[in-house]
Each structure stands twice: as C-alpha cells, then as structure tokens.
C-alpha cells in the first residue's frame, strides 16, 4: 500500500491549482484546500494575522500535504480502516468531510454490519467495516466507491448548481464522478450511455 504521504501528494494533483468558483460552496480553494479550512484550522499561511484568500494563493503543495495527513487522515481515523478502503475514503473526506465516513457507515449497515451513521471513525466503524471486508475482501472498496459515486449523483440532483461538477458540458462524466471511479474497477465504471441516462432529468 502507498504510504499516507504519497496518498495526500495524489490527493493534491487531483484538486489542482488556485479556484474560486462561486458555485463552489468551499469558496476560493488552492490543491483543495478552503478557506474556511484555513480559518477553522487557524492557519495564517502567509503571517499577517489574518486568514483570508492571499492565505489561499499562498499555500503551497508541501504544506496541503501537511494538511491533509494530519487533519483529512490522521485525526479522522482512517488509518484504523481496513487498507483497501483507506485512498478512497482519505480522497472523498477531502472533499466530503464527515459525510465520506457516513456513506461508508450506510454502506456497512446495508451489508448487514451496522453502525451509526454519525461521519465518526470509532470502535465500532472499524469493527463493522473489518468484518465485511473478511466477508467480501474483494469486493468491498468497489462497493464503497460506488455509494461514493452515487452520493455525488443525488447531491448534484438536489443542487442544481453542483451539476457541473457531475456533468460536463458536452454531457460526458464530470470531475466528481471521475474522480469516484478513479477507485472503483473499471468493470464498474458507468458507460457514457448510462452516465448520460443517470443526468438525463437534470435537462
């Protein structure tokens, strides 16, 4: 398995550079890291007592790397995790927050080891998640990057300006559901034809 660190430097390509998307409810963003980030973390990149967007362009890749092991993997407790599903989990709580760890926590009910689904990585989680990856070991981080995928789907149904995140504008797979898939095997990736299907009521 790749080591924490390498994880977090994937992570950092994947996001990219500086954005400030105003359909982005993160607001200005640099390697996926947001401002609200920087402020709830009381990170002052660039030390003038004040944490606003010149913090965000002044993040550099090393110190996002920093970030995320600590506070996206490390304080989280994805490392107590089974390892098939520490990438996808660690990516999606990136972008997610606590609800990559409730989408898992559902997932693990429905497999019929139950836990509550309060975005929370505790004894239980761990022991629910250990126990279905001894019955389905290869099956089970596919499982979790498709109820990853799906959650993408219904967040961009409910918010029309999410959309562009799941559909391109030519129609084609948009960066949520890419990025998704990235760890989901390719004999479950969604054709073109049913990805299309899947966003056809969006119009």
């Known amino acids: ?39 709830r973390l009381g990170i002052d990149i660039n030390k003038d007592t004040r944490i606003d967007i010149a913090d965000v362009r002044a993040l550099t890749r090393a110190q996002a790397v920093e970030i995320y092991v600590e506070h996206y993997f490390t304080r989280p407790g994805i490392g107590g995790l089974p390892e098939a599903l520490q990438p996808s989990v660690f990516d999606m709580y990136v972008n997610a927050g606590p609800n990559a760890v409730k989408v898992l926590q559902r997932l693990l009910t429905q497999m019929g080891h139950v836990c509550d689904p309060d975005g929370q990585i505790g004894p239980q989680t761990i022991r629910a998640a250990q126990r279905a990856q001894d019955a389905a070991p290869g099956h ?31 129609g084609g797979k948009g960066g949520w559901i890419t990025r998704a898939e990235e760890f989901i095997s390719p004999r479950y990736h969604l054709s073109d034809d049913q990805h299309r299907a899947r966003t056809a009521a969006w119009g």
């Open 1 to 39: 398995m790749k080591t924490v660190k390498e994880l977090a430097e994937e992570v950092v390509v994947r996001e990219g550079g500086f954005v400030n998307d105003p359909d982005d409810p993160g607001g200005p963003t640099k390697y996926g890291v947001t401002l609200p980030t920087l402020r």
């Open 140 to 170: 089970l981080a596919d499982a979790y990057g498709i109820a990853r995928r799906n959650y993408y789907y219904a967040l961009a149904d409910l918010r029309p300006a999410s959309r562009k995140f799941a559909r391109r504008k030519d």
